[in-house]
């Protein structure tokens, strides 16, 4: 069943994204990053970020987890989170 909610970028992602947030229509993890890397096709750096990005979705890490098996809630919030230095 597809959802809808909230993809919030975090540094690097969010400049490339050129965004902080967009909206997401989508059943799984998977298929909403699909989304967002075709809506965002004209710049291939977000695509190269996206690929080294951690995800929280609802609060919770995604780990190594399939993304595919990642199921999205209505209302739902993934964060993308690339990866950073310091603490």
């Not at 909230?6 to 690097?12: D, E």
């Not at 059943?27 to 929280?56: G, I, K």
């Amino acid at each position: 069943m597809t959802t809808t909610g909230t993809v919030r970028y975090w540094a690097a992602a969010k400049a490339a994204a050129g965004t902080a947030e967009e909206p997401y229509s989508a059943a799984t993890l998977a298929e909403a990053l699909d989304a967002a890397r075709a809506a965002h096709a004209a710049n291939p750096e977000f695509a190269r970020v996206l690929m080294r990005c951690s995800f929280l979705v609802d609060g919770d890490p995604v780990g190594t987890r399939d993304h595919a098996r990642v199921p999205l809630a209505e209302g739902g919030t993934v964060e993308v989170l690339p990866p950073f230095a310091g603490g």
